[in-house]
């Protein structure tokens, strides 16, 4: 077979394609993709694709106030008739709306961009929340892979020494079996986090707006809590008062019912008639004639009730609506708050000496049974209890910021300058 130069030019194009593909996860640098809370918070503002169509109905209701002309336009209608009486007619007609339609249909535009605005508000403070609790989800995975990849190099240790008593006849096959177990498990915790991180990545990056492909690693720190004189001083009314006054999903229901108050007056001004002022000019054969005309419809069957009654009919609505988001409120908020009071009280049980004591007890064990003093299964039940409960504590670290940030979007203002 006959290899000709466009075959060579061929393979070599395929090879710096395999090439450049096996580089694009390269792309970003640890440094690039190591990510504080306030960047990734300030990302997903800037980037998230949902959040950017929100600012774009913003500028829609922006360009629907400028579009309401101060006057509409006239009409102009000509008519001409031959013969021996030739004549033309020439109308020039414009209506005026009555009851301060005009008024109504600016209020209503100055509305629907207020609540567009508190649209955007809330879209930012739910992102704002989706990003905290995924942030700290990401960080909690990473705590427990450190600590699980821990686990394994003291496991392949024990292994080793395991293999050298038994090659040395001190101990059994069952023994250097059960190192093996131990080994293989803790090999299989780190896959499984693994797996869970990859996906705890593509969360984050999916909120961030950024490429999903990216190994986002956060940088942040676990143990770091709010203050505790700013949370000590922190009361369920309190918070609750916070959040009805401060949700922008709250106000933007209020909003509504603003709009649907414009719509009510609206379609009350538009039952009343518009006049219809115009100049005529008539031209025949033998003289020429002007005139004005005046038109105004009279409503006789038409009188509006249908949109007077859908306004009134809507006003009842948002009043329902209203009543049930503020109490969805405070129901959010007091769960948040118990979840977080919970959660601060569970924290202390692992902050005393517990877990200090408990990773001295291992240490201890681990030096016994490399000195021959101990047995493999005491070493393992002693591990299995840290672990246990290092996992525990991580979790229980992994939901106090989790119920932090569900609080502070349900407040919707940063407990930080909560009075």
Same mark, same amino acid.
């Given at each position: ?74 009409? %102009?209608?000509? +008519? ?8 033309? @007619? &020439? *109308?020039?007609? #414009? =209506?005026?709306? /009555? ?122 720190? %676990?143990?770091? +809590? ?8 922190? @009361? &369920? *009314?309190?918070? #609750? =008062?916070?959040? /009805? ?175």
């Amino acid at each position: 077979m006959k290899t000709t130069f466009n075959d060579i030019f061929i393979i070599v194009g395929i090879c710096l394609s395999i090439l450049s593909m096996t580089q694009i996860p390269a792309a970003f640098s640890n440094e690039e993709r190591k990510i504080l809370l306030e960047v990734a918070i300030e990302t997903a503002l800037r980037e998230n694709p949902e959040l950017n169509a929100v600012r774009e109905q913003v500028k829609v209701a922006r360009a629907r106030i400028d579009g309401i002309a101060l006057l509409g336009n006239p009409a %102009l209608e000509t +008519k001409f008739l031959g013969g021996s009486h030739a004549e033309q @007619t &020439l *109308e020039l007609t #414009k =209506t005026f709306q /009555l009851g301060g339609q005009r008024g109504h249909r600016k209020q209503i535009a100055k509305t629907q961009l207020e609540k567009v605005n508190a649209e955007l508000t809330e879209a930012s403070r739910s992102l704002t929340q989706s990003v905290k609790i995924a942030f700290y989800e990401l960080l909690l995975i990473q705590e427990k892979l450190k600590l699980t990849r821990e686990i394994v190099a003291h496991n392949e240790q024990m292994h080793d020494i395991a293999q050298t008593r038994l090659e040395a006849g001190d101990i059994s096959v069952t023994q250097i079996n059960l190192a093996n177990i131990q080994l293989q498990s803790a090999l299989r915790e780190v896959a499984t986090l693994e797996h869970k991180l990859q996906l705890a990545q593509l969360t984050l990056n999916g909120l961030m707006g950024t490429p999903l492909v990216t190994a986002r690693i956060a940088v942040g720190d %676990l143990h770091k +809590k709010i203050s505790p004189d700013a949370s000590q001083n922190w @009361t &369920l *009314e309190t918070l #609750k =008062t916070q959040g /009805l006054a401060h949700r922008a999903d709250l106000k933007s229901l209020r909003l509504n019912a603003q709009l649907t108050e414009s719509e009510l007056r609206l379609a009350k001004a538009s039952n009343i008639p518009g006049l219809g002022v115009g100049a005529i000019a008539e031209r025949s054969t033998h003289e020429n004639a002007f005139g004005v005309k005046f038109s105004i419809p009279l409503p006789l069957f038409d009188r509006n009730r249908a949109e007077i009654n859908a306004a009134k009919a809507q006003q009842r609505v948002d009043t329902v609506e209203i009543g049930t988001r503020e109490r969805k409120i405070e129901r959010e908020v007091i769960a948040a708050f118990i979840s977080l009071r919970t959660a601060q009280e569970t924290l202390k049980f692992y902050e005393g000496d517990s877990l200090k004591l408990l990773n001295e007890n291992l240490e201890l064990t681990r030096t016994a049974y490399e000195l021959g003093e101990a047995e493999l299964l005491e070493v393992i039940l002693m591990q299995n209890e840290f672990i246990k409960t290092r996992f525990a504590y991580l979790d229980v670290l992994g939901a106090y910021h989790k119920a932090l940030a569900e609080l502070e979007a349900a407040v919707g203002i940063s407990l930080e300058s909560a009075p």
